[in-house]
């Protein structure tokens, strides 16, 4: 935008001709100072971040609450590290531990290791750090050993844990992490740790890792993980080849029309409102897709849920995020992995909130068959409004679709 706006002189015709609003455009471009300093202040964020905290067994990733980081931040350049460190533990309660899971799904190898996730997030809920905390190493270390070209895991010596254009797994980031976490510990101490030494705790000289400050901190490092091994699973750890130069005719094109979707965009974002829904009367609690509004989140849930009730784990995979669903039949392996012990008999919507332009979050209960028995679970579905690329745009915007992200129930 800031050469855009340099060349916005020359540029004025041409977007007329395009038939463009010129002097829209220019409102927009006069806005670059402030969005070049707000651009600068979180690119600052996640070095500045690991600069204080990786030490002592914090990185920033790609699915942090960015607010909660500049928060810790703040306080921590404000002199009272401890008080951040303490506000990050906080960050780390079951409710968050339990969605940065569910962003598990988005990694093949980690789906056989859900079940013991989804166990040790229950013991770290209920207070058992003591026995979360092995798990969630093991389950680290075997992603990364499954994932990793050499076959190394995460405390592996000489592992490098490092991708293109990633914000956990660079030099600062996970790396840093693994220096920390696999260092030698052959002293038995009683007294209590606060980092998650993979070896002191597994070969039994840690004996004080039984608190929330070593699960959090493993757990965080699992998320952070995270980044890296979707690189690894599409090949891109390296970066890609450069693309040719573009001539001033194609730029000038590109430019005419990211600023008309631009524009596009903006409209429906500042049009949208947030829906009050009354489950039960503005929409009902259960039925057929075809009893919902078309192009709603609600509507994508219950052909999902129907499709579940039909056993069609390829109509359930195509409900979900295109980072997941390629290719189709493994997705629809990973479905049939999750929900093929489990036959459902009914369900009803509870509650629909939409939360933001392109995420809606769905309550949900259900009845399954499973092992003989009849179970009845309840599961918050978070559905978010995709491009063709996978990337969350406002709803209405023409050639999108809603995704299901939270998609398996625990």
């Not at 290791?113 to 209920?126: F, N, S, V, W």
């Not at 190394?152 to 914000?167: K, M, T």
């Not at 503005?282 to 849920?305: I, Q, W």
Request: hydrophobic fraction near 40%.
């Amino acid at each position: 935008m800031k050469s855009l706006k340099g060349i916005m002189p020359l540029l004025k015709p041409v977007l007329r001709l395009l038939g463009l609003n010129v002097d829209g455009v220019s409102d927009t471009l006069s806005q670059v100072p402030e969005l070049e300093r707000m651009a600068e202040e979180l690119a600052a964020i996640p070095d500045r971040f690991n600069d204080i905290f990786a030490e002592r067994g914090w990185i920033i990733y790609d699915m942090m609450n960015v607010e909660i980081a500049k928060a810790a931040i703040a306080k921590a350049e404000g002199g009272d590290i401890d008080g951040a460190e303490a506000d990050l533990v906080d960050y780390y309660n079951a409710e968050t531990v339990e969605w940065n899971l569910q962003t598990m799904y988005g990694v093949r190898a980690f789906h056989p290791r859900m079940p013991l996730a989804q166990k040790a997030l229950t013991d770290y809920g209920e207070g058992r750090y003591h026995a979360c905390v092995p798990v969630v190493l093991a389950l680290l270390d075997g992603m990364v050993s499954e994932l990793h070209e050499k076959r190394r895991g995460f405390f592996a010596e000489e592992v490098d844990l490092q991708a293109w254009d990633s914000i956990a797994a660079h030099s600062k980031g996970l790396n840093v992490l693994v220096s920390i976490f696999q260092k030698g510990r052959k002293t038995t101490r009683v007294e209590p740790i606060f980092l998650p030494y993979r070896h002191g705790i597994i070969h039994g000289m840690d004996l004080g890792y039984d608190n929330k400050v070593v699960a959090a901190k493993t757990w965080a490092a699992l998320f952070a993980t995270r980044d890296w091994a979707l690189k690894a699973e599409r090949g891109m750890l390296e970066a890609p080849p450069e693309e040719p130069k573009k001539s001033w005719a194609e730029i000038f094109r590109e430019h005419g029309q990211s600023i008309r979707e631009n524009a596009e965009d903006r409209a429906r974002l500042e049009a949208w409102k947030r829906r009050e829904i009354r489950v039960g009367e503005d929409v009902p609690t259960a039925g057929g897709p075809d009893a919902f509004t078309a192009d709603t989140p609600e509507r994508k849930l219950v052909e999902y849920l129907n499709y579940w009730r039909s056993r069609n784990y390829g109509g359930m995979a195509q409900c979900l995020p295109a980072i997941q669903r390629n290719p189709i039949s493994k997705a629809a392996g990973q479905v049939r992995s999750v929900y093929g012990s489990r036959s459902l008999e009914r369900f009803e919507l509870q509650e629909i909130d939409d939360q933001a332009a392109a995420l809606t979050e769905i309550k949900v209960r259900v009845w399954c068959h499973e092992g003989g028995q009849v179970l009845q679970l309840d599961h918050a579905f978070r559905l978010i409004n995709e491009d063709t690329q996978g990337n969350p745009v406002t709803r209405g915007k023409p050639n999108s679709s809603w995704t299901i992200y939270t998609w398996g129930i625990p």
